[in-house]
Structures are given as C-alpha cells and as structure tokens.
C-alpha cells in the first residue's frame, strides 16, 4: 500500500497540465458578486435583530430590579409597622 502512495505521489506532478488560465475567467462574477451582497445583507439583519434584543433584555431587567427594590420597601414599610403595632399592644413606646 504504502509503495502504491509513493508511485502515485511521484507520477501525479509529472501528468499535471502547464497550461496558463486566463485570470478573467476564474474570478467570482455576477453570481458570486450577488451571494456576497445578500450576505452582507443577512448579516446587518442579524446584527440588528441581536442589538434589539439585546436591548430588551437590558430594559426588562431593570425593569424587574425596580419592581424588586419597590416591593422590598413595601415589605420593610409592612414590617416596621406591624412592630409598631405590636409595640404598642403590648404597651410599650417604640424606639426606646
């Protein structure tokens, strides 16, 4: 097997043709103009629909901090008082 690679390694440069390609015939065309226009296309799209949703994302989470730091509050207020409350039921003053 391995003699076969070597055969075929020696004989294939010697049967490779030495013709000169002509350097207007190998490039992309309209065709290949056009897939990389509607590429660049594609891309914006995508960049723009990642920023938007970005974007969001970032808003409703400080959206739910607020909310988070509003009900806290809420909580706090509703502890303080019932504290008050429960102080003065049990006929003390509160703060001292």
Do not use: C, K, N, Y
């Not at 970005?54 to 409703?60: A, K, L, N, Q, V």
């Not at 988070?68 to 504290?83: K, V």
């Amino acid at each position: 097997m391995h003699d076969a690679l070597v055969v075929l390694a020696t004989v294939a440069p010697r049967t490779l043709s030495t013709e000169v390609v002509d350097p207007d015939l190998v490039t992309p065309g309209p065709w290949g103009f056009l897939v990389f226009a509607l590429l660049g296309v594609v891309v914006i799209l995508l960049i723009t629909d990642m920023m938007r949703r970005i974007r969001r994302g970032r808003i409703r989470a400080d959206i739910d901090e607020q909310l988070d730091a509003e009900e806290a509050a809420h909580d706090q207020e509703g502890r303080s008082s019932s504290d008050e409350a429960s102080a003065g039921e049990s006929g003390e003053q509160p703060g001292r």
